[in-house]
């Protein structure tokens, strides 16, 4: 009876089923990808037909929504929660971590009994207890930041430990999760494989680039051309990675028992064509919304499946779980629910719903049949994808029910949610029992008015511009594990400068060291950028041992300064680490 047959059968009649019965999971996830960036949606300017052909041999859905931007959308997926309730306020420098009593995805199919690996752009906190090894994941490879200054082999992590990537990363996470598949054949797994392209910087393998620089746009689109062209090839990349891992499932004989499900965070990073949708990343309208969703599982889910019901990232745990015949935690009410009997059976009397979208100030809601923006307009999605005709004084009755329930979620979204770095006393937690390794990122630091970060956005940045010893960098952090740490700091140093001594201190702990070596590494990334970013590039720091601190538990703040000054400056920072000794 093959596993198929069997998961089946227990389920008609009610038979509690080991790990091993039942199916896998695959989660794909991409980054800043576009409902548009897909050939199955119309786009004839790439060609996806993997990807497609998820939709083919399973289902797809019409009409998916997510959040406007990176972090909430994973959060969303992780708890099965609005991102509010998990105190999702940022992108970065700490808001982006879900508070430590929601449980996740991956405790609920660990607790199943399945192998748990994610491999990618994590994105919701980095330090233990919010790193994905301490979320439910056993294996994880990939970085914890929102976004990554380079794509080529780059600095990344493996379980908490730093490591050098091997190639060009859709690739290398693609290359990550087929081993850990293969190493996981004989029982059940879940594997998490979030991407992080088609999310700047635009960095591609000559392949790609190669066969869209200089083809004709077919596709209205009003960006920059070199950022449109650079988005479809890497869309075109993910396609090909996601076609080498479906074959890998056939080589392994595993398709028929796993189900394999392929959506994007938030709308397109860019304005490149998307059906005329109103927005793209960071909108609340349809365009910064609507993603695409695939899911297959072969005999299970019937070939060509169209799911009609609105649905959302809130609604992929309780999915999964369902299909699975797994428990749910016991923990805090979902607010997503499970579409399984939307996409195996008819739907056509399945009730209509609300889907809040909120970030920062904004809000929307949507239901089968009309969206509600920030500004109360109200729009029939099925005759007007594209919001053109506000229908709010034609059908004001609509259009009050849609703002009475508005503001009911909102409100019970938000209760006791933290909504600004203000509000958010949560320290870094710099050193945690379950973890030896600590990672402490210029992304999470403050620091005094003569210093500079290299980019107006935090993620992947260093520091810079520190000429002088009045000025310091700090940390608002919690010492949650006692004992003797090997303290390391990731730096440059120009010609002239060494000679610094840098002391690391917290509370009545200090601890000093020299700079003694040049380090004035090139900035990496404009060679490979096939369009100019905004983002910050980056650099190879060198990693300098400050020697052994010894930290008691307690909140205080992590100062890093310098106590002398022999150049023009002192370093140029990007990271420290805490490596417990005993």
Request: proline share 5%.
């Given at each position: 009876?093959?596993?198929?047959?069997?998961?089946?059968?227990?389920?008609?009649?009610?038979?509690?089923?080991?790990?091993?019965?039942?199916?896998?999971?695959?989660?794909?996830?991409?980054?800043?990808?576009?409902?548009?960036?897909?050939?199955?949606?119309?786009?004839?300017?790439?060609?996806?037909?993997?990807?497609?052909?998820?939709?083919?041999?399973?289902?797809?859905?019409?009409?998916?929504?997510?959040?406007?931007?990176?972090?909430?959308?994973?959060?969303?997926?992780?708890?099965?929660?609005?991102?509010?309730?998990?105190?999702?306020?940022?992108?970065?420098?700490?808001?982006?971590?879900?508070?430590?009593?929601?449980?996740?995805?991956?405790?609920?199919?660990?607790?199943?009994?399945?192998?748990?690996?994610?491999?990618?752009?994590?994105?919701?906190?980095?330090?233990?207890?919010?790193?994905?090894?301490?979320?439910?994941?056993?294996?994880?490879?990939?970085?914890?930041?929102?976004?990554?200054?380079?794509?080529?082999?780059?600095?990344?992590?493996?379980?908490?430990?730093?490591?050098?990537?091997?190639?060009?990363?859709?690739?290398?996470?693609?290359?990550?999760?087929?081993?850990?598949?293969?190493?996981?054949?004989?029982?059940?797994?879940?594997?998490?494989?979030?991407?992080?392209?088609?999310?700047?910087?635009?960095?591609?393998?000559?392949?790609?680039?190669?066969?869209?620089?200089?083809?004709?746009?077919?596709?209205?689109?009003?960006?920059?051309?070199?950022?449109?062209?650079?988005?479809?090839?890497?869309?075109?990349?993910?396609?090909?990675?996601?076609?080498?891992?479906?074959?890998?499932?056939?080589?392994?004989?595993?398709?028929?028992?796993?189900?394999?499900?392929?959506?994007?965070?938030?709308?397109?990073?860019?304005?490149?064509?998307?059906?005329?949708?109103?927005?793209?990343?960071?909108?609340?309208?349809?365009?910064?919304?609507?993603?695409?969703?695939?899911?297959?599982?072969?005999?299970?889910?019937?070939?060509?499946?169209?799911?009609?019901?609105?649905?959302?990232?809130?609604?992929?745990?309780?999915?999964?779980?369902?299909?699975?015949?797994?428990?749910?935690?016991?923990?805090?009410?979902?607010?997503?629910?499970?579409?399984?009997?939307?996409?195996?059976?008819?739907?056509?009397?399945?009730?209509?719903?609300?889907?809040?979208?909120?970030?920062k100030s904004r809000s929307s809601i949507r239901n089968q049949q009309y969206r509600m923006d920030d500004e109360g307009n109200l729009y029939d999605i099925h005759k007007d994808p594209q919001q053109k005709v506000d229908l709010s004084k034609e059908l004001p009755d609509v259009r009050k029910a849609m703002m009475a329930q508005l503001k009911s979620m909102l409100a019970d979204v938000n209760e006791?949610?933290?909504?600004?770095?203000?509000?958010?006393?949560?320290?870094?937690?710099?050193?945690?029992?379950?973890?030896?390794?600590?990672?402490?990122?210029?992304?999470?630091?403050?620091?005094?008015?003569?210093?500079?970060?290299?980019?107006?956005?935090?993620?992947?940045?260093?520091?810079?511009?520190?000429?002088?010893?009045?000025?310091?960098?700090?940390?608002?952090?919690?010492?949650?594990?006692?004992?003797?740490?090997?303290?390391?700091?990731?730096?440059?140093?120009?010609?002239?400068?060494?000679?610094?001594?840098?002391?690391?201190?917290?509370?009545?702990?200090?601890?000093?060291?020299?700079?003694?070596?040049?380090?004035?590494?090139?900035?990496?990334?404009?060679?490979?950028?096939?369009?100019?970013?905004?983002?910050?590039?980056?650099?190879?720091?060198?990693?300098?041992?400050?020697?052994?601190?010894?930290?008691?538990?307690?909140?205080?703040?992590?100062?890093?300064?310098?106590?002398?000054?022999?150049?023009?400056?002192?370093?140029?920072?990007?990271?420290?680490?805490?490596?417990?000794?005993?």
């Amino acid at each position: 009876m093959t596993s198929r047959i069997l998961f089946l059968t227990c389920m008609l009649f009610g038979i509690q089923l080991f790990a091993a019965d039942k199916p896998n999971v695959i989660v794909i996830l991409a980054d800043d990808q576009g409902w548009g960036d897909l050939s199955m949606n119309g786009n004839k300017d790439l060609s996806t037909p993997n990807i497609d052909s998820i939709a083919k041999d399973g289902a797809r859905f019409e009409y998916f929504y997510v959040s406007p931007v990176c972090s909430p959308t994973r959060a969303e997926f992780l708890t099965g929660r609005y991102n509010a309730r998990s105190s999702i306020y940022s992108t970065s420098a700490g808001g982006e971590r879900m508070d430590l009593d929601e449980k996740t995805i991956a405790d609920t199919f660990k607790a199943a009994g399945y192998a748990t690996a994610a491999f990618g752009k994590w994105h919701n906190g980095m330090q233990f207890p919010y790193h994905p090894n301490a979320r439910g994941f056993q294996e994880y490879y990939g970085f914890c930041s929102g976004h990554w200054g380079h794509y080529f082999s780059p600095m990344l992590e493996h379980n908490n430990k730093i490591v050098k990537g091997n190639g060009y990363i859709t690739d290398d996470l693609t290359n990550r999760a087929m081993d850990f598949i293969e190493a996981n054949k004989g029982k059940a797994f879940f594997v998490y494989l979030p991407y992080c392209t088609p999310h700047s910087p635009m960095q591609v393998p000559d392949k790609y680039w190669d066969k869209h620089k200089d083809n004709e746009l077919l596709m209205a689109h009003q960006g920059p051309e070199t950022h449109t062209r650079s988005a479809l090839a890497m869309c075109e990349n993910i396609d090909d990675n996601v076609g080498r891992l479906l074959k890998k499932l056939d080589d392994l004989k595993l398709s028929d028992n796993t189900i394999v499900l392929y959506f994007s965070d938030n709308g397109p990073n860019g304005h490149r064509w998307n059906k005329g949708l109103k927005g793209v990343k960071g909108s609340i309208d349809e365009g910064g919304v609507l993603s695409p969703l695939v899911m297959r599982w072969p005999g299970i889910i019937k070939k060509g499946t169209v799911v009609e019901p609105i649905c959302g990232s809130i609604d992929l745990l309780p999915t999964l779980a369902d299909f699975c015949g797994i428990p749910l935690l016991e923990n805090k009410p979902l607010d997503g629910i499970s579409m399984k009997q939307a996409i195996v059976s008819e739907a056509a009397n399945w009730p209509d719903r609300h889907i809040l979208t909120q970030w920062k100030s904004r809000s929307s809601i949507r239901n089968q049949q009309y969206r509600m923006d920030d500004e109360g307009n109200l729009y029939d999605i099925h005759k007007d994808p594209q919001q053109k005709v506000d229908l709010s004084k034609e059908l004001p009755d609509v259009r009050k029910a849609m703002m009475a329930q508005l503001k009911s979620m909102l409100a019970d979204v938000n209760e006791g949610a933290i909504k600004s770095p203000d509000a958010d006393d949560r320290p870094f937690i710099i050193t945690h029992p379950d973890s030896e390794f600590s990672q402490i990122p210029a992304r999470d630091a403050s620091y005094t008015k003569g210093i500079k970060r290299s980019n107006q956005f935090p993620n992947c940045s260093y520091l810079m511009n520190w000429t002088s010893i009045d000025d310091y960098i700090y940390w608002d952090a919690e010492v949650a594990a006692a004992g003797e740490y090997d303290a390391t700091v990731y730096y440059t140093c120009l010609e002239g400068d060494t000679g610094a001594e840098l002391e690391l201190s917290f509370g009545k702990a200090k601890k000093t060291a020299m700079v003694t070596e040049i380090n004035d590494p090139a900035i990496i990334g404009a060679e490979e950028d096939r369009h100019k970013r905004v983002e910050s590039y980056v650099k190879d720091f060198k990693p300098l041992s400050l020697g052994i601190i010894k930290l008691e538990r307690g909140i205080g703040r992590l100062k890093l300064r310098a106590l002398s000054k022999p150049g023009n400056s002192i370093i140029e920072f990007r990271l420290l680490t805490l490596k417990r000794i005993k």
